[in-house]
């Protein structure tokens, strides 16, 4: 069992910078990959960039590569989410996730931290 929570969501300009924090409560995360996703307003929820804990190799959307940054600390069971240069299309509320590695679904999901940016 894990269980997620998001945090350092809040509101913030085009082109500046935000970072969203996931701490995970689970007796280890070792065989684990770990990922963001987001809904925006009125859509579906999509894929963000995920992480894979153990070795650390890393995943992204088109829409945000160079401009995001997944990572984790081993030492405190978090994962985060560097966002620079965000843009107005990248309002959402953000959810992390987890899933062991040997099924393909996320299993596990926090209750998702509101992004708003702004023009």
């Known amino acids: 069992q894990v269980q997620l929570v998001e945090s350092g969501g809040g509101l913030v300009q085009a082109g500046g910078s935000l970072r969203l924090s996931c701490a995970a409560s689970?007796?280890?995360?070792?065989?684990?990959?770990m990922g963001w996703f987001r809904q925006p307003p009125g859509k579906e929820r999509e894929f963000v960039a995920s992480i894979w804990w153990s070795g650390g190799n890393t995943n992204y959307a088109d829409s945000v590569k160079g401009r995001f940054t997944i990572s984790r600390d081993n030492t405190k069971n978090t994962v985060y989410l560097q966002t620079d240069m965000p843009k107005p299309e990248d309002t959402a509320v953000y959810y992390c996730?987890?899933?062991?590695?040997?099924?393909?679904?996320?299993?596990?999901w926090g209750q998702g931290t509101q992004v708003t940016v702004s023009s």
């Open positions: 689970a007796r280890t995360l070792s065989n684990y990959f």
């Open positions: 996730a987890a899933r062991p590695a040997e099924i393909s679904e996320y299993a596990y």
